[in-house]
């Protein structure tokens, strides 16, 4: 889906579909060089990291395992309950391995700070962070570092490429900030 297909919806486009392909292609590379002559297990975090996964395997010239989680604190409203849930543990087996964890955006990190200690538990080589996107407040409030950053976002409610309102906007080609009609 392109912004032209719902621009009443969006506020204001942030980065294009070619501008995070770019960063991506970025990214791959430089991990790439951090990881020469590693085994490395890329581990989507489900469901926003799907469309970054993806565009970031593919911008390897080498080949890369790829797994998924899935973790929510999130009860049934749109607050953290603070309880942290594995909806779809690993396939795989990280003792000893490099693992990159992979996240579309880090907007507090509280829920990638349970998830980085729970796979640190498993035995892995080592354990490091890529995202695609990054809010301000998470830079502030992480504790971990996270080595991998593709673009800081404004503070606002944004969508595309993965981040969704309400399981929409997921296919947005861009992100964008979403217009407040839209979810106030």
């Not at 621009?7 to 960063?23: F, P």
């Not at 990280?94 to 880090?106: A, C, G, P, Q, T």
């Not at 404004?154 to 997921?170: I, M, Q, T």
Request: negative net charge.
């Amino acid at each position: 889906m392109d912004a032209s297909d719902i621009e009443k919806d969006l506020a204001q486009i942030h980065y294009t579909e070619e501008q995070i392909l770019g960063k991506l292609r970025e990214l791959a590379t430089r991990i790439e060089q951090d990881y020469e002559g590693k085994d490395l297990l890329i581990v989507g975090v489900l469901k926003g990291a799907v469309m970054v996964m993806a565009d970031l395997a593919r911008s390897f010239t080498r080949h890369v395992e790829m797994d998924w989680m899935a973790v929510s604190s999130y009860g049934s409203g749109t607050k953290s309950s603070g309880v942290v849930r594995i909806l779809k543990d690993l396939d795989t087996d990280i003792s000893n391995r490099h693992v990159l964890i992979v996240e579309d955006i880090i907007d507090t990190g509280l829920t990638l700070t349970w998830l980085v200690s729970n796979l640190q538990s498993r035995g892995p080589a080592s354990v490091e962070i890529c995202t695609a996107f990054r809010k301000p407040d998470a830079a502030a409030k992480m504790a971990l570092p996270v080595k991998y950053v593709g673009f800081d976002l404004p503070d606002e409610f944004v969508v595309g490429y993965g981040l969704d309102y309400a399981e929409k906007y997921r296919n947005l080609r861009c992100v964008a900030t979403l217009a407040p009609h839209v979810y106030s």
